[in-house]
């Protein structure tokens, strides 16, 4: 099965509408109100060179201000004329961005690359950008009650190392996840592969979401061993994040909220 046919077959599991869903990979843009193109979500922290994205504060999507930044790593080369006092050339610096959003400052350290690169011994020209390395403050993820805190904290953690560009942590954790969800569903001994199988025998799993977990799992024993052949990507942490967040919803959230419709009604 083809990786959109899975996510359709998700969709139509959790009954969630297209526009509802974080849909990261399947498009570059996204359609407004008056079927207008907008830039999709960036699941990333922002920098300076890129003032948009996930706020670390507000865990929103914002845009951003610069509002000053700092050296954090001098080089040995001296500017002839800088607007830094001691005309120190850094290739490292401490950025402050405020969100749009929450109005609250974000603290990056970034590294300067000059065309695809950061070592000055191999400059070759092209354009300044800085790259985000770590942020301030650490990620504030609210999760719902209906999650076991084994779980949330867990997927926490795959989110927070994907927003920093640890895609290999961030399988890591995924797949760690979702041993964390099996377990919870009973599952408690065996390998992983044959927790998932049993959970799909038991019908925890439909036939779709069992792919998409066995999808996890390899991905995150990708992370977990050294293969140079088989390294984990960006999408890839990204797709089973998304992914994950769906099977949450599926098995916690959306029953929660039905037996809650249901005890309502009498
Ligand atoms: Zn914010």
Same mark, same amino acid.
Request: net charge negative.
């Given at each position: @099965?083809?990786?959109?046919?899975?996510?359709?077959?998700?969709?139509?599991?959790?009954?969630?509408?297209? @526009?509802? #869903?974080?849909?990261?990979?399947?498009?570059?843009?996204?359609?407004?109100?008056?079927? %207008?193109?907008?830039?999709?979500?960036?699941?990333? *922290?922002?920098?300076?060179?890129?003032?948009?994205?996930?706020?670390?504060?507000?865990?929103?999507?914002?845009?951003?201000?610069?509002?000053?930044?700092?050296?954090?790593? *001098?080089?040995?080369? =001296?500017?002839?004329?800088?607007?830094?006092?001691?005309?120190?050339?850094? #290739?490292?610096?401490?950025?402050? $961005?405020?969100?749009?959003?929450?109005?609250?400052?974000?603290?990056?350290?970034?590294?300067?690359?000059?065309?695809?690169?950061?070592?000055?011994?191999?400059?070759?020209?092209?354009?300044?950008?800085?790259?985000? $390395? #770590?942020?301030?403050?650490?990620?504030?993820?609210?999760?719902?009650?209906?999650?076991?805190?084994?779980?949330?904290?867990?997927?926490?953690?795959?989110?927070? =190392?994907?927003?920093?560009?640890?895609?290999?942590?961030?399988?890591?954790?995924?797949?760690? =996840? $979702? %041993?964390?969800?099996?377990?919870?569903?009973?599952?408690?001994?065996?390998? !992983?592969?044959?927790?998932? %199988?049993?959970?799909?025998?038991?019908?925890?799993?439909?036939?779709?979401?069992?792919?998409?977990?066995?999808?996890?799992?390899?991905?995150?024993?990708?992370?977990?061993?050294?293969?140079? !052949?088989? %390294?984990?990507?960006?999408?890839?942490?990204?797709?089973?994040?998304? *992914?994950?967040?769906?099977?949450?919803?599926?098995?916690?959230? @959306?029953?929660?909220? $039905?037996?809650?419709?249901?005890?309502?009604? =009498?």
């Amino acid at each position: @099965m083809r990786i959109c046919d899975m996510v359709s077959h998700i969709r139509l599991l959790c009954g969630i509408t297209a @526009m509802g #869903f974080r849909d990261y990979f399947t498009r570059n843009t996204r359609k407004g109100q008056r079927n %207008e193109e907008l830039p999709v979500d960036n699941s990333e *922290f922002p920098t300076s060179s890129n003032p948009q994205g996930l706020c670390p504060r507000c865990n929103k999507q914002s845009s951003f201000d610069f509002i000053g930044e700092l050296p954090a790593t *001098f080089s040995t080369v =001296t500017r002839i004329s800088d607007y830094v006092e001691n005309n120190k050339d850094y #290739f490292d610096k401490v950025s402050s $961005l405020v969100c749009r959003n929450c109005d609250q400052p974000t603290i990056v350290i970034e590294e300067r690359l000059i065309g695809d690169s950061k070592d000055p011994s191999e400059f070759k020209g092209g354009r300044i950008t800085w790259n985000g $390395l #770590f942020w301030w403050p650490f990620l504030n993820i609210e999760n719902s009650e209906e999650i076991p805190d084994q779980i949330s904290s867990t997927l926490n953690e795959s989110r927070i =190392t994907h927003a920093v560009k640890c895609y290999r942590s961030s399988a890591v954790m995924a797949r760690r =996840t $979702l %041993e964390a969800i099996a377990h919870d569903k009973g599952e408690t001994k065996g390998t !992983l592969a044959n927790r998932l %199988e049993s959970l799909t025998k038991k019908g925890v799993l439909s036939p779709a979401l069992s792919d998409w977990a066995k999808e996890v799992r390899l991905i995150g024993n990708s992370g977990a061993h050294f293969d140079p !052949l088989e %390294e984990v990507t960006q999408d890839d942490s990204n797709q089973i994040i998304v *992914f994950i967040e769906e099977l949450i919803k599926y098995l916690y959230i @959306m029953p929660s909220e $039905l037996d809650k419709r249901r005890k309502k009604a =009498t």
